[in-house]
């Protein structure tokens, strides 16, 4: 019997399984679980939530909560969000936007962007489930060099 998938936010012990799923996701690199821990205690602006399924943490989700003298309020954006593929269709990322959405609006936040690719079919379903729409703004791109 399986149990339901639970999101939270991610603490200093779930370093080594952030840098696990991250690696899963994006590639490259382990980050080192060192500098996930530094970060969480750092980085203010940003959430990241974890989900466990069967006590195991099975994806991970990262918004942002930003700031701008333009605006009375702050925005969210939702930059990330993975699950592994076994845990996938079980409910994870629903958990993972639920947990990140509240720390959002506790935050005073009342508008999210999510970004995603034109062809990720998966992730803009799950994604209008939760009531977001396409609107019509284009994404520019620039890596500067260092």
């Known amino acids: 019997m399986s149990s339901a998938p639970h999101a939270r936010l991610a603490t200093a012990t779930d370093a080594e399984a952030l840098s696990r799923l991250n690696q899963e996701f994006n590639g490259g690199a382990l980050r080192p679980p060192a500098k996930i ?3 969480l205690h750092t980085n203010r602006n940003e959430l990241i939530a974890v989900a466990e399924l069967n006590g195991a943490i099975v994806g991970f989700g990262c918004a ?4 701008s003298f333009c605006y009375d309020e702050p925005f969210g954006e939702i930059s990330e969000l993975y699950v592994e593929q076994a845990a996938r ?5 629903l958990t993972i936007m639920d947990c990140l959405e509240e720390n959002l609006r506790e935050r005073g936040v009342t508008h999210i962007r999510i970004l995603t690719g034109r062809r990720n079919a998966a992730a803009i379903s799950l994604y209008e489930h939760c009531h977001y729409v396409q609107d019509d703004e284009q ?4 890596r500067l060099q260092l």
Do not use: T
């Open 64 to 67: 942002q909560s930003l700031y």
């Open 89 to 93: 269709r079980k409910g994870v990322a």
């Open 37 to 39: 821990i530094e970060h």
């Open 139 to 142: 994404l520019l791109e620039k």
